[in-house]
T-cell receptor, first 110, second 113 residues
Framework: GQQLNQSPQSMFIQEGEDVSMNCTSSSIFNTWLWYKQDPGEGPVLLIALYKAGELTSNGRLTAQFGITRKDSFLNISASIPSDVGIYFCAGHFGNEKLTFGTGTRLTIIP | EADIYQTPRYLVIGTGKKITLECSQTMGHDKMYWYQQDPGMELHLIHYSYGVNSTEKGDLSSESTVSRIRTEHFPLTLESARPSHTSQYLC????????????FGPGTRLTVL
């Protein structure tokens, strides 16, 4: 089946820093999505991307759908304490099921 | 805002008990899903449904069963719980044709002693 490699696995940053994470796939997707999961909660959809090359922002978050359709990245600018959590990328193609990445755990160091 | 609910949020039970995890959504979505997730790890699809009376098995083999008698309701049942079933169970829904945009419930954290 399809596999999504997400990196980095974890990040330790200071408040105010920018964050960048990415996701790569062995096959193409028609839709890329980024979710955030807080401890003990379900994932919440942050950004959805539908077109190769698309760049979409949601507040301090910016995500891009790679030209090859096999990758996507998520940037967070000027991180704040509530950004802490696990970020998952996910890819979707045709009628197939959603494939989730392995997650990036973001920790903010005081 | 997504309107999808799961109960209970936390459940601690003994081995051999029968349990049902409830999931309801008020968005009128046709498709619903159950995922299993160990803490901090990736999500694994265990069941999904295209609509009423439709149920399919996901990628991860599971001893649980599901039913879809009403559009808004997608309960998951374990006939005889075992410690290996200890995990977080997440329910999600999406509209037909919008499978990429799934909305998740808060999850049920199950511990089997």
């Amino acid at each position: 089946g399809q596999q999504l490699n997400q990196s980095p696995q974890s990040m330790f940053i200071q408040e105010g820093e920018d964050v960048s994470m990415n996701c790569t796939s062995s096959s193409i997707f028609n839709t890329w999505l980024w979710y955030k999961q807080d401890p003990g909660e379900g994932p919440v959809l942050l950004i959805a991307l539908y077109k190769a090359g698309e760049l979409t922002s949601n507040g301090r978050l910016t995500a891009q759908f790679g030209i090859t359709r096999k990758d996507s990245f998520l940037n967070i600018s000027a991180s704040i304490p509530s950004d802490v959590g696990i970020y998952f990328c996910a890819g979707h193609f045709g009628n197939e099921k959603l494939t989730f990445g392995t997650g990036t755990r973001l920790t903010i160091i005081p | 805002e997504a309107d999808i609910y799961q109960t209970p949020r936390y459940l601690v039970i003994g081995t051999g008990k029968k349990i049902t995890l409830e999931c309801s959504q008020t968005m009128g979505h046709d498709k619903m899903y159950w995922y299993q997730q160990d803490p901090g790890m990736e999500l694994h699809l265990i069941h999904y449904s295209y609509g009423v009376n439709s149920t399919e098995k996901g990628d991860l083999s599971s001893e649980s069963t599901v039913s879809r008698i009403r559009t808004e309701h997608f309960p998951l049942t374990l006939e005889s719980a075992r410690p290996s079933h200890t995990s977080q169970y997440l329910c999600a829904s999406s509209r037909l044709g919008g499978e990429g945009e799934q909305f998740f419930g808060p999850g049920t954290r199950l511990t089997v002693l």
